[in-house]
């Protein structure tokens, strides 16, 4: 059986409490604290058992039955020693938790109760602590999340509205294609579909060669022309056959280009050609957007 200490004089420890409830009485009924002095009597005479019952009547409820903040603490206090007194630790325990969840930082006075009783509660509050250690951190990381969510979601709402500017700055034209355009040499097909490399490509070949056609030509009609003399005869027949052969291989490759070209424009139509046109917003739009825009006022950490 446990036995609580008595090296402070009982009658100041007493008193002490007593004037301190008494302060906080109109808080309270006065014959709460009537039934408080009463169960704590029966604690300091040792009656742990009368004490409980005593006690239980007062805080044993949820919520508890008086109202005063100070009155409820002392209750549980000495109610958990009556339990701890009588073998209750398991109840004595939860009156010790439900103490520290009202007062976090209560400290039990290590003169006023024995060591056992001490010792239980100080377990009690290293549980009650950790728990709300863990309830912290689970609110912190809750509000991390909470914020993280935020900053995307302004983000996303940052985003739309650019979205929403580019789609609002464009406007699309569509431009019917022609089949007797795609029949046109030098890429102008590849042009009309779309496919400005290829179209560039056939341009600069065909040009070179159309380009060295009509050279070749003027060069092998001047040779043609000419009055050689006999000792001139055979280089000028020479000169002939390379300019003729020169513009026959050009020609040649112009055509071949040339209808390479067509045959790709038209295997590869495109009916239609979708463009985009630059278009500026109307003033009442751009007005909205600038407010919205100006609403997104965090940065963005993404």
């Known amino acids: 059986m446990l036995r609580p200490d008595s090296l402070l004089p009982r009658f100041l420890r007493v008193l002490l409490v ?3 409830i008494w302060l906080w009485a109109p808080h309270g009924r006065a014959d709460d604290l009537t039934e408080f002095e009463a169960a704590r009597a029966r604690y300091e005479r040792h009656d742990y058992a009368r004490a409980v019952d005593a006690f239980r009547t007062l805080v044993g409820t949820d919520p508890p039955r008086i109202a005063n903040a100070l ?19 398991a109840e004595a325990r939860v009156q010790f938790g439900l103490l520290l969840q009202q007062e976090p930082d209560y400290a039990l006075d290590p003169l006023a109760f024995p060591t056992e009783v001490v010792d239980l509660f100080e377990q009690v509050k290293e549980q009650v602590r950790r728990e709300l250690d863990r ?16 900053l995307a979601e302004e983000q996303r709402q940052r985003e739309n509205l650019e979205r929403l500017r580019a789609l609002a700055e464009q406007q699309q034209v569509r431009t019917e294609n022609s089949r007797w355009i795609a029949t046109v040499p030098f890429g102008v097909g590849q042009f009309q579909n779309g496919h400005r490399g290829l179209g ?6 065909e040009g070179l060669a159309a380009a ?8 092998h009609q001047r040779v043609a022309n000419d009055r050689p003399s006999s000792a001139e005869l055979a280089s ?28 790709d424009a038209h295997v590869r139509f495109v009916p239609e050609r979708v463009k ?3 278009r500026p917003l109307p003033p009442d739009l751009d007005r909205w957007v600038k407010e919205q825009a100006s609403r997104l006022t965090t940065p963005a950490r993404f």
């Open 135 to 150: 309830a912290r951190e689970a609110e912190r990381t809750k509000q991390r999340e909470a914020e993280r969510e935020a």
């Open 200 to 205: 560039v490509a056939l341009a600069m070949a």
């Open 276 to 278: 985009p046109v630059p």
């Open 212 to 219: 060295t056609s009509v050279v070749t030509f003027v060069g």
């Open 236 to 263: 000028t027949r020479q000169a002939e056959r390379q300019w003729r052969t020169a513009n026959l291989v050009s020609f040649v490759a112009f055509a071949g280009l040339a209808l390479a070209g067509i045959v």
């Open 18 to 20: 007593t004037a301190t």
């Open 71 to 89: 009155l409820v603490l002392e209750s549980r206090k000495y109610y958990a020693a009556s339990l701890l007194f009588i073998g209750g630790e």
